[in-house]
Nanobody
């Protein structure tokens, strides 16, 4: 079992930056691949970025490539999402997720077993 707690959301103007954090519980941080998903009102939850167990192989949705960076700090049991050049269409609730499964890189939300409560990101135009 692993617990995930996101933080760092807020309101930012288009072109600005935000950094999200997801703190994980337990002593098995390095056993899990971690990802960020997002969900806007009326839309399905969509993949944003994922990183494997040691952070050596990040994957990104095409819509965020070159703007967002996912990285993990095993000393703090935390995964981060640095978001730059934000656009109004990036507005959503952002969720952190964890899995030990081999399908972590697929971007499919049901591959992930554990979820945080979400943090709101709003980008104004």
């Amino acid at each position: 079992q692993v617990q995930l707690v996101e933080s760092g959301g807020g309101l930012v103007q288009a072109g600005g930056s935000l950094s999200l954090s997801c703190a994980t519980s337990g002593r098995t941080f390095n056993n899990y691949a971690l990802a960020w998903f997002r969900q806007a009102p009326g839309k399905e939850r969509g993949f944003v970025a994922a990183t494997n167990w040691d952070g050596s192989s990040p994957h990104y949705a095409d819509s965020v490539k070159g703007r967002f960076t996912i990285f993990r700090d095993s000393t703090k049991n935390t995964v981060y999402l640095q978001m730059n050049s934000l656009k109004p269409e990036d507005s959503a609730v952002y969720y952190c997720a964890a899995t030990r499964g081999a399908g972590w890189h697929t971007g499919v939300h049901h591959e992930y077993d554990y979820w945080g409560q979400g943090t709101q990101v709003t980008v104004s135009s």
